[in-house]
Protein backbone atom coordinates (compact mmCIF):
# COMPACT_ATOMS: atom_id res chain seq x y z
CA UNK A 1 0.00 0.00 0.00
CA UNK A 2 1.21 3.04 -0.96
CA UNK A 3 1.73 6.37 1.34
CA UNK A 4 0.34 8.41 -1.34
CA UNK A 5 -2.55 8.23 -3.49
CA UNK A 6 -4.15 9.81 -6.18
CA UNK A 7 -7.20 12.14 -6.28
CA UNK A 8 -9.84 10.31 -7.60
CA UNK A 9 -12.22 12.81 -8.94
CA UNK A 10 -15.08 11.71 -7.47
CA UNK A 11 -13.47 11.13 -4.34
CA UNK A 12 -13.86 7.53 -3.46
CA UNK A 13 -11.54 4.42 -3.50
CA UNK A 14 -11.79 0.89 -2.24
CA UNK A 15 -8.96 -0.55 -0.91
CA UNK A 16 -9.06 -4.57 -0.48
CA UNK A 17 -6.85 -6.55 1.42
CA UNK A 18 -6.60 -10.74 2.86
CA UNK A 19 -5.81 -11.19 6.80
CA UNK A 20 -5.97 -15.26 8.07
CA UNK A 21 -5.83 -14.56 11.68
CA UNK A 22 -8.66 -13.23 14.45
CA UNK A 23 -8.12 -9.50 15.17
CA UNK A 24 -9.06 -5.49 16.39
CA UNK A 25 -7.84 -3.25 13.48
CA UNK A 26 -6.54 0.54 13.19
CA UNK A 27 -6.40 2.83 10.60
CA UNK A 28 -4.45 6.12 10.01
CA UNK A 29 -6.13 8.13 7.54
CA UNK A 30 -5.69 11.61 5.89
CA UNK A 31 -7.91 14.36 4.60
CA UNK A 32 -11.00 11.50 3.97
CA UNK A 33 -13.88 9.87 5.46
CA UNK A 34 -13.74 6.34 6.00
CA UNK A 35 -15.85 2.79 6.31
CA UNK A 36 -15.25 -0.61 7.04
CA UNK A 37 -16.26 -3.46 5.59
CA UNK A 38 -14.80 -6.89 7.49
CA UNK A 39 -15.96 -10.26 5.72
CA UNK A 40 -19.23 -8.67 3.85
CA UNK A 41 -20.01 -7.12 7.41
CA UNK A 42 -21.10 -3.75 5.52
CA UNK A 43 -20.60 -0.39 7.61
CA UNK A 44 -18.84 -2.23 10.40
CA UNK A 45 -17.11 1.02 11.20
CA UNK A 46 -16.55 4.20 9.93
CA UNK A 47 -14.76 7.55 11.08
CA UNK A 48 -14.09 11.12 9.58
CA UNK A 49 -11.33 14.12 10.76
CA UNK A 50 -12.54 17.36 11.50
CA UNK A 51 -12.68 19.47 8.69
CA UNK A 52 -9.96 21.20 10.41
CA UNK A 53 -6.52 18.90 11.43
CA UNK A 54 -7.18 16.19 8.54
CA UNK A 55 -4.90 13.44 10.08
CA UNK A 56 -7.14 10.71 11.72
CA UNK A 57 -7.04 7.44 13.12
CA UNK A 58 -9.43 4.70 12.82
CA UNK A 59 -10.10 1.91 15.55
CA UNK A 60 -12.45 -0.56 16.20
CA UNK A 61 -12.63 -3.97 17.18
CA UNK A 62 -13.86 -6.78 14.40
CA UNK A 63 -15.02 -10.44 14.49
CA UNK A 64 -13.08 -13.01 12.42
CA UNK A 65 -13.56 -16.13 11.37
CA UNK A 66 -10.87 -19.11 11.03
CA UNK A 67 -8.95 -18.38 7.56
CA UNK A 68 -8.85 -16.10 4.75
CA UNK A 69 -10.70 -12.55 6.00
CA UNK A 70 -11.29 -9.79 3.47
CA UNK A 71 -10.62 -6.12 4.92
CA UNK A 72 -12.04 -3.41 2.48
CA UNK A 73 -11.72 0.50 3.40
CA UNK A 74 -14.51 2.72 1.51
CA UNK A 75 -12.77 6.64 1.39
CA UNK A 76 -15.37 8.76 0.63
CA UNK A 77 -13.08 11.94 0.49
CA UNK A 78 -10.01 11.41 -0.80
CA UNK A 79 -8.36 14.79 -1.45
CA UNK A 80 -4.63 16.37 -2.16
CA UNK A 81 -4.04 19.32 0.00
CA UNK A 82 -3.49 22.59 -2.45
CA UNK A 83 -2.37 25.33 -0.29
CA UNK A 84 0.69 25.50 2.30
CA UNK A 85 4.53 24.94 2.66
CA UNK A 86 5.24 21.82 1.07
CA UNK A 87 1.93 20.88 0.33
CA UNK A 88 3.34 18.60 -2.69
CA UNK A 89 4.79 16.19 -0.31
CA UNK A 90 1.40 15.53 1.76
CA UNK A 91 -0.39 12.36 0.89
CA UNK A 92 -4.04 11.44 1.04
CA UNK A 93 -5.92 8.48 1.87
CA UNK A 94 -4.68 5.39 4.41
CA UNK A 95 -1.36 5.68 5.04
CA UNK A 96 -1.17 2.41 7.54
CA UNK A 97 -3.32 -0.57 8.82
CA UNK A 98 -2.59 -2.24 11.76
CA UNK A 99 -3.97 -5.18 13.44
CA UNK A 100 -3.73 -5.86 17.37
CA UNK A 101 -4.70 -8.35 20.10
CA UNK A 102 -3.07 -11.40 18.62
CA UNK A 103 -0.64 -13.80 20.70
CA UNK A 104 2.22 -12.70 18.68
CA UNK A 105 1.57 -9.01 19.01
CA UNK A 106 0.53 -6.41 16.56
CA UNK A 107 0.46 -7.27 12.82
CA UNK A 108 1.36 -4.26 9.96
CA UNK A 109 -0.52 -4.86 7.32
CA UNK A 110 0.79 -1.32 5.82
CA UNK A 111 2.92 -3.19 3.12
CA UNK A 112 0.76 -6.15 2.19
CA UNK A 113 -0.74 -6.43 -1.34
CA UNK A 114 -3.50 -4.22 -1.52
CA UNK A 115 -6.17 -3.90 -4.24
CA UNK A 116 -7.77 -0.48 -5.14
CA UNK A 117 -10.67 0.73 -7.10
CA UNK A 118 -11.67 3.69 -8.16
CA UNK A 119 -15.54 5.11 -8.29
CA UNK A 120 -18.65 2.96 -7.35
CA UNK A 121 -20.84 1.01 -9.30
CA UNK A 122 -23.48 3.16 -10.03
CA UNK A 123 -21.30 5.46 -11.55
CA UNK A 124 -19.58 3.06 -13.50
CA UNK A 125 -23.70 2.37 -15.01
CA UNK A 126 -24.26 5.76 -15.11
CA UNK A 127 -27.35 5.21 -13.27
CA UNK A 128 -28.26 9.08 -13.07
CA UNK A 129 -28.51 9.66 -16.82
CA UNK A 130 -31.75 9.09 -18.84
CA UNK A 131 -29.93 6.00 -20.80
CA UNK A 132 -28.53 4.28 -17.72
CA UNK A 133 -31.78 4.48 -15.58
CA UNK A 134 -33.17 0.85 -16.40
CA UNK A 135 -28.93 -0.89 -16.43
CA UNK A 136 -30.84 -1.11 -12.26
CA UNK A 137 -33.59 -2.43 -10.74
CA UNK A 138 -34.76 0.73 -8.63
CA UNK A 139 -36.44 -0.48 -5.66
CA UNK A 140 -40.52 1.58 -5.36
CA UNK A 141 -41.52 3.15 -2.01
CA UNK A 142 -43.73 5.36 -0.35
CA UNK A 143 -40.98 5.85 2.42
CA UNK A 144 -37.35 5.79 1.06
CA UNK A 145 -34.90 4.87 3.75
CA UNK A 146 -33.32 7.50 6.14
CA UNK A 147 -30.37 8.00 7.46
CA UNK A 148 -28.39 4.84 5.13
CA UNK A 149 -25.37 5.89 4.15
CA UNK A 150 -24.15 4.80 0.47
CA UNK A 151 -27.64 5.03 -0.93
CA UNK A 152 -29.14 5.84 -4.33
CA UNK A 153 -32.36 7.70 -4.52
CA UNK A 154 -34.55 8.19 -7.61
CA UNK A 155 -37.40 10.89 -7.71
CA UNK A 156 -39.54 12.02 -10.58
CA UNK A 157 -40.47 16.02 -9.87
CA UNK A 158 -41.99 18.66 -11.98
CA UNK A 159 -40.64 21.67 -13.13
CA UNK A 160 -41.22 24.93 -11.05
CA UNK A 161 -43.30 27.82 -12.35
CA UNK A 162 -42.10 31.21 -12.75
CA UNK A 163 -38.53 32.08 -14.00
CA UNK A 164 -36.97 32.76 -10.19
CA UNK A 165 -33.87 31.40 -9.71
CA UNK A 166 -34.34 27.86 -8.40
CA UNK A 167 -32.07 25.59 -6.30
CA UNK A 168 -32.15 22.53 -4.01
CA UNK A 169 -32.28 22.80 -0.35
CA UNK A 170 -30.05 19.73 1.29
CA UNK A 171 -30.27 20.89 4.55
CA UNK A 172 -30.73 17.53 5.82
CA UNK A 173 -28.84 15.14 3.71
CA UNK A 174 -25.32 14.30 4.69
CA UNK A 175 -22.76 14.69 2.24
CA UNK A 176 -23.06 13.71 -1.85
CA UNK A 177 -24.01 14.54 -5.24
CA UNK A 178 -27.30 15.40 -7.22
CA UNK A 179 -28.02 14.98 -11.03
CA UNK A 180 -31.41 16.26 -12.70
CA UNK A 181 -32.16 14.43 -16.12
CA UNK A 182 -28.93 13.76 -16.33
CA UNK A 183 -26.74 17.22 -15.48
CA UNK A 184 -24.72 17.02 -12.65
CA UNK A 185 -25.94 19.78 -9.63
CA UNK A 186 -22.67 18.93 -7.99
CA UNK A 187 -21.42 18.14 -4.83
CA UNK A 188 -23.67 18.53 -1.36
CA UNK A 189 -22.25 19.00 1.92
CA UNK A 190 -23.97 21.21 4.58
CA UNK A 191 -21.54 20.75 6.48
CA UNK A 192 -22.11 23.02 9.79
CA UNK A 193 -19.48 25.89 11.14
CA UNK A 194 -18.06 24.97 14.33
CA UNK A 195 -19.99 26.80 17.01
CA UNK A 196 -16.71 27.76 18.63
CA UNK A 197 -14.98 29.76 16.30
CA UNK A 198 -15.11 33.23 16.74
CA UNK A 199 -17.75 35.01 14.53
CA UNK A 200 -17.91 39.03 13.68
CA UNK A 201 -20.86 41.24 13.01
CA UNK A 202 -18.66 43.25 10.66
CA UNK A 203 -15.67 43.52 8.73
CA UNK A 204 -12.97 44.55 7.49
CA UNK A 205 -10.96 42.76 4.76
CA UNK A 206 -8.01 45.76 4.61
CA UNK A 207 -4.38 44.20 5.23
CA UNK A 208 -2.86 41.21 5.24
CA UNK A 209 -5.10 38.16 4.82
CA UNK A 210 -5.42 35.33 7.34
CA UNK A 211 -7.52 32.04 6.89
CA UNK A 212 -9.66 33.22 10.26
CA UNK A 213 -10.18 36.27 9.25
CA UNK A 214 -13.55 37.82 9.00
CA UNK A 215 -15.01 34.46 9.88
CA UNK A 216 -19.24 34.48 9.73
CA UNK A 217 -21.81 31.99 10.48
CA UNK A 218 -20.94 30.23 13.16
CA UNK A 219 -22.87 27.04 14.00
CA UNK A 220 -24.58 27.28 10.77
CA UNK A 221 -24.44 25.23 7.68
CA UNK A 222 -21.55 26.25 4.98
CA UNK A 223 -24.10 25.74 2.08
CA UNK A 224 -27.61 24.44 2.09
CA UNK A 225 -28.92 25.51 -1.22
CA UNK A 226 -27.46 24.45 -4.50
CA UNK A 227 -28.06 26.25 -7.91
CA UNK A 228 -30.33 24.31 -10.57
CA UNK A 229 -30.17 26.35 -13.73
CA UNK A 230 -34.04 26.42 -15.19
CA UNK A 231 -32.48 25.09 -18.91
CA UNK A 232 -32.31 21.59 -17.20
CA UNK A 233 -35.56 21.47 -16.67
CA UNK A 234 -38.42 19.54 -18.72
CA UNK A 235 -42.18 20.68 -19.04
CA UNK A 236 -42.55 16.77 -17.12
CA UNK A 237 -41.02 13.98 -16.43
CA UNK A 238 -38.12 15.55 -14.65
CA UNK A 239 -35.62 12.86 -13.04
CA UNK A 240 -33.64 13.80 -9.69
CA UNK A 241 -31.20 11.19 -8.53
CA UNK A 242 -29.10 11.29 -5.50
CA UNK A 243 -26.44 9.91 -4.28
CA UNK A 244 -26.20 9.75 -0.29
CA UNK A 245 -22.65 8.95 0.82
CA UNK A 246 -23.21 9.41 4.56
CA UNK A 247 -26.98 9.44 5.55
CA UNK A 248 -29.53 11.99 5.46
CA UNK A 249 -33.38 12.00 5.09
CA UNK A 250 -34.36 12.71 1.25
CA UNK A 251 -37.70 13.16 1.89
CA UNK A 252 -37.06 16.74 3.57
CA UNK A 253 -35.24 17.88 0.06
CA UNK A 254 -36.99 20.60 -1.53
CA UNK A 255 -36.52 22.82 -4.42
CA UNK A 256 -36.54 26.77 -3.46
CA UNK A 257 -36.66 29.67 -5.46
CA UNK A 258 -35.06 32.82 -4.93
CA UNK A 259 -37.74 36.25 -5.30
CA UNK A 260 -36.02 39.45 -5.76
CA UNK A 261 -37.51 42.26 -4.63
CA UNK A 262 -35.05 44.88 -3.50
CA UNK A 263 -31.46 45.73 -5.25
CA UNK A 264 -28.97 47.70 -3.15
CA UNK A 265 -25.47 49.09 -4.17
CA UNK A 266 -22.87 50.75 -2.07
CA UNK A 267 -19.91 53.51 -3.93
CA UNK A 268 -17.27 55.66 -2.90
CA UNK A 269 -16.52 58.63 -4.83
CA UNK A 270 -12.78 57.01 -5.74
CA UNK A 271 -13.72 54.07 -6.67
CA UNK A 272 -12.25 52.10 -8.49
CA UNK A 273 -8.89 52.16 -8.17
CA UNK A 274 -7.35 48.89 -9.34
CA UNK A 275 -8.75 48.64 -12.92
CA UNK A 276 -5.92 50.72 -15.27
CA UNK A 277 -8.97 51.77 -17.96
CA UNK A 278 -11.15 52.51 -14.62
CA UNK A 279 -8.05 55.35 -14.07
CA UNK A 280 -7.51 56.49 -17.73
CA UNK A 281 -11.31 57.49 -17.22
CA UNK A 282 -11.15 58.99 -14.46
CA UNK A 283 -7.84 61.36 -15.33
CA UNK A 284 -10.22 62.08 -18.22
CA UNK A 285 -12.72 63.69 -15.79
CA UNK A 286 -15.48 60.92 -15.37
CA UNK A 287 -16.64 59.89 -12.22
CA UNK A 288 -17.37 57.01 -10.22
CA UNK A 289 -21.00 55.67 -10.91
CA UNK A 290 -23.96 53.55 -8.54
CA UNK A 291 -25.67 51.04 -10.39
CA UNK A 292 -28.98 49.45 -10.02
CA UNK A 293 -30.68 47.12 -11.75
CA UNK A 294 -33.86 44.34 -10.89
CA UNK A 295 -34.94 41.11 -12.46
CA UNK A 296 -36.21 40.98 -15.75
CA UNK A 297 -39.65 42.36 -16.03
CA UNK A 298 -39.32 44.22 -12.95
CA UNK A 299 -38.61 47.99 -12.30
CA UNK A 300 -37.66 50.16 -9.20
CA UNK A 301 -41.00 51.42 -7.52
CA UNK A 302 -39.86 52.88 -4.35
CA UNK A 303 -36.18 54.48 -3.09
CA UNK A 304 -36.23 52.86 0.41
CA UNK A 305 -32.96 54.33 1.52
CA UNK A 306 -29.97 56.46 -0.16
CA UNK A 307 -27.61 58.84 1.13
CA UNK A 308 -24.68 60.27 0.24
CA UNK A 309 -21.80 61.09 2.52
CA UNK A 310 -20.81 58.92 5.19
CA UNK A 311 -23.21 55.86 5.38
CA UNK A 312 -22.98 52.64 6.81
CA UNK A 313 -24.26 49.55 7.53
CA UNK A 314 -25.07 46.64 4.69
CA UNK A 315 -27.90 45.73 2.18
CA UNK A 316 -31.38 45.64 4.02
CA UNK A 317 -29.81 47.90 6.86
CA UNK A 318 -28.26 50.93 6.04
CA UNK A 319 -27.69 53.86 8.01
CA UNK A 320 -27.47 57.62 7.58
CA UNK A 321 -23.75 58.87 9.17
CA UNK A 322 -22.72 62.02 10.21
CA UNK A 323 -22.66 63.37 7.08
CA UNK A 324 -25.32 63.37 4.85
CA UNK A 325 -26.59 65.20 1.72
CA UNK A 326 -30.51 65.52 2.52
CA UNK A 327 -31.33 65.96 -1.67
CA UNK A 328 -29.95 62.14 -1.62
CA UNK A 329 -33.16 60.53 -1.79
CA UNK A 330 -34.75 63.23 -4.46
CA UNK A 331 -31.25 62.42 -6.76
CA UNK A 332 -31.72 58.52 -7.07
CA UNK A 333 -35.72 58.76 -7.64
CA UNK A 334 -34.82 61.29 -10.57
CA UNK A 335 -32.65 59.00 -11.91
CA UNK A 336 -34.22 55.87 -10.99
CA UNK A 337 -37.66 55.56 -10.52
CA UNK A 338 -39.97 53.32 -12.87
CA UNK A 339 -36.87 51.89 -14.58
CA UNK A 340 -35.12 48.51 -14.97
CA UNK A 341 -31.63 49.79 -13.97
CA UNK A 342 -30.24 53.24 -14.07
CA UNK A 343 -27.30 54.57 -13.21
CA UNK A 344 -26.34 57.57 -10.21
CA UNK A 345 -23.00 59.72 -10.98
CA UNK A 346 -21.10 60.49 -8.27
CA UNK A 347 -20.97 64.76 -9.73
CA UNK A 348 -21.13 67.71 -8.56
CA UNK A 349 -24.27 67.80 -10.50
CA UNK A 350 -26.13 65.76 -8.18
CA UNK A 351 -24.70 66.26 -4.94
CA UNK A 352 -23.14 69.24 -2.69
CA UNK A 353 -19.40 69.39 -3.12
CA UNK A 354 -19.17 71.04 0.06
CA UNK A 355 -20.30 68.26 1.85
CA UNK A 356 -18.06 66.11 4.29
CA UNK A 357 -14.74 67.89 3.40
CA UNK A 358 -11.70 66.03 4.12
CA UNK A 359 -13.10 62.56 3.82
CA UNK A 360 -13.70 60.03 1.31
CA UNK A 361 -17.70 60.61 0.38
CA UNK A 362 -19.93 57.53 -0.02
CA UNK A 363 -23.44 56.64 -1.72
CA UNK A 364 -25.85 53.93 -0.54
CA UNK A 365 -29.18 53.12 -1.80
CA UNK A 366 -31.59 50.41 -1.55
CA UNK A 367 -34.56 50.06 -3.67
CA UNK A 368 -37.75 48.30 -4.49
CA UNK A 369 -38.59 45.99 -7.34
CA UNK A 370 -41.93 45.38 -8.51
Known amino acids: MGKKLEDTGRGRVLHMTNVSKNATIEASLSLTNAQLDVENQLRNGSASG ?18 KNEIAFLSMTVGLQNGGLLYEWIGAGLTSVKIKGFNNGTIDLSKHDWAYKIGLQGEKLSVYKPEGLNRVNWVSTTEPPKHQPLMWYKTVVDAPTGDEPTGLDMLYMGKGLAWLNGEEIGRYWPRKSSTHDKCVQECNYRGKFKPDKCPTGCGEPTQKWYHVPLSWFKPSGNILVIFEEKGGDPTKITFVRRKISSACAFVAEDYPLGDIESLKEAGNGKKASLHLKCPTHMHISTVKF ?3 GTPTGTCGSYNEGDCHDPNSIAVVEKVCLNRNE ?11 KSLC ?3 TRKLAVEVACN
Open 342 to 352: CAVEINEENFS
Open 357 to 359: IGR
Open 50 to 67: NGTHSPFKFKKPVSLKAG
Open 306 to 308: ASF
